[in-house]
């Protein structure tokens, strides 16, 4: 069984401990490799080999770093299939999913950073005649990224690459649940020829390895995505140590939908929208609010829609719904059904774990689930799922709506669908989340800044507001 290398200094190394966590695909339920479990000694030589390469890195001119990426982007790109193929094996996505999202958006991060950094400025300040300030942005030095298994290689390169990018050296801690893609993605990076040390990914439990990156006092940023617990319990730690800190978190996003949207499209979208990659997407729309004049024309065509996912194997290219990642979340997710039930919902439609025949027989697969009759307070629609459940509810008015959808802890995003622009405008300024699409759903410009409000998380990724994370601004105050 393959045993997997965690990639340190340009080297790929077993762990110190010699000790391995199993790696299970959900499709099948089955062990089929070994993950390093990563302790102290292997984040101290990880930190040391950071620190080694950070001059050179540092220094290099951004055209030569630029240079540099682009070529591992074009890697990943004609790697692309590949890669596609381990994560839908290892996270359970279908297949085409992994491949027209996954993969394509991996390369397409680096290739994105890698040209950004050479736009890249900073600002000046004028002061008349007194003087003139201007700013530096120094790279911050060895930053730690900490990502989730939902888009394993995808939100992976999100972070390591504006950090490369901007001339910072970086250790990297993806899920212990989907290892696959950033080991393979280490061995792209020993093609390519990247500078020694000056990107470590580290493999294991995010307890014990995550923890030790973010309390580790050369370690100077964190950029991490996962859970709000999560989040909390980090923040806990790397305040005190005035580490600079970015946290992508948790949310429970609406969708609103008026009668004057255009209804076919509308249906499709808000679908897609609630159960893309099996509901495992933060961005997803489980909330779903729609004008009472059309609730059930709209709830008769959704379900029809949502009953046409074709479940199946993830490696099939024509299974549109794969496995849920783990047994563990598989049955965290029926237990929120089981929930919604209780607290007086009715199922429209799913609400099971669908046992496939063959190799699949085992897989952890839950259909596409609707439930209706439950009230905004309820747990169902207050807490985050992050599976393929989602709730219905009508509104009457635009007030009710924007109440609705900004009613719980979270503030990631919501989607809007109407054809009244004047509204549209109006409820973006009202909603309380740090995106909005209109008549749309991640639709995604990368220049953009990305993250959320509340208790979905503080700071912003994406285009330059990337860069500016990874970079520490100094003043430079002239007077004439
Ligand atoms: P977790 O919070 O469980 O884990 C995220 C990462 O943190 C993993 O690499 C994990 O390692 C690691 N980790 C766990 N405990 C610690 C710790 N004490 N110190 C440091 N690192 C730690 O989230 P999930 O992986 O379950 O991902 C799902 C969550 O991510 C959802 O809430 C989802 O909404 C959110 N998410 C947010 C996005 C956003 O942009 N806002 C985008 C995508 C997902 P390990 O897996 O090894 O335990």
């Not at 045993?3 to 062990?31: F, H, K, R």
């Not at 980090?234 to 008026?258: D, I, R, Y």
């Not at 109006?426 to 409000?453: A, E, H, Y």
Request: aromatic residues 8%.
């Amino acid at each position: 069984m393959e045993a997997l290398l965690n990639y340190i200094d340009g080297e790929l190394i077993a762990p110190a401990s010699g000790e391995y966590l199993d790696n299970i695909e959900p499709a099948t339920g089955e062990v089929y490799s070994k993950i390093p479990l990563s302790s102290e000694p292997d984040l101290e030589q990880a930190v040391a080999a950071a620190e080694a390469a950070f001059p050179a890195w540092s220094a290099m001119p951004q055209e030569q770093r630029s240079r540099l990426l682009i070529k591992l982007a074009d890697a990943v790109e004609a790697a692309s299939d590949q890669l596609a193929i381990a994560e839908a094996r290892d996270n359970g996505k279908a297949v085409t999913f992994a491949k027209a999202v996954d993969s394509y958006r991996a390369s397409a991060n680096i290739r994105f950073f890698a040209n950004a950094c050479t736009q890249f400025s900073s600002e000046s300040h004028g002061m008349g005649d007194v003087g003139v300030n201007y700013t530096l942005r120094d790279p911050v030095g060895i930053v730690g990224t900490i990502s989730p298994w939902n888009f394993p290689l995808y939100l992976f390169t999100w972070k390591i690459a504006p950090a490369l990018a901007a001339g910072n050296v970086v250790i990297a801690k993806p899920s212990e649940v989907t290892p696959m893609t950033a080991y393979l993605f280490s061995q792209i990076c020993q093609q390519v020829g990247l500078p020694k040390g000056v990107l470590n990914i580290l493999h294991g439990a995010g307890a014990q390895i995550g923890q030790a990156i973010v309390e580790h006092p050369r370690i100077k940023a964190i950029s991490f995505t996962g859970g709000t617990a999560t989040g909390k319990k980090l923040a806990a730690t790397a305040a005190p140590m005035f580490k600079k800190l970015s946290l992508e978190l948790g949310g429970k996003n609406p969708t609103l939908v008026f009668a004057d949207c255009d209804f076919e499209t509308t249906v499709k979208e808000v679908a897609r929208a609630a159960f893309s990659n099996q509901g495992q997407i933060c961005l997803c729309g489980s909330r779903i609010y729609v004008e009472r004049s059309i609730y059930d024309r709209f709830k008769e065509a959704f379900v029809a829609e949502v009953e046409r996912i074709k479940i199946g194997d993830p490696l099939d290219e024509s299974t549109q719904h794969g496995a849920l990642v783990s047994e563990a979340h598989m049955n965290k997710v029926l237990s929120y059904v089981q929930l919604a039930l209780e607290e007086g919902g009715t199922l429209l439609t799913g609400g099971k774990r669908r046992i496939l025949e063959g190799r699949c027989e085992q897989g952890y697969f839950v259909e596409p689930t609707v439930i209706e009759g439950l009230s905004l307070q309820c747990r169902t629609n207050q807490e985050e799922i992050f599976g393929p459940v989602c709730t219905l509810q009508p509104f009457d008015t635009d007030e009710e709506a924007v109440a609705l959808a900004n009613g719980t802890d979270y503030g990631l995003a919501t989607s809007v669908w109407s054809s009244n622009v004047q509204r549209c405008h109006k409820l973006s300024k009202q909603l309380q989340f740090g995106i909005v699409w209109i008549n749309s759903w991640l639709l995604r410009d990368l220049r953009t800044p990305f993250g959320g409000v509340k208790a979905s998380g503080v700071g912003r990724e994406g285009g330059e507001e990337a860069l500016r994370f990874f970079t520490e601004p100094k003043n430079v105050c002239i007077k004439y």
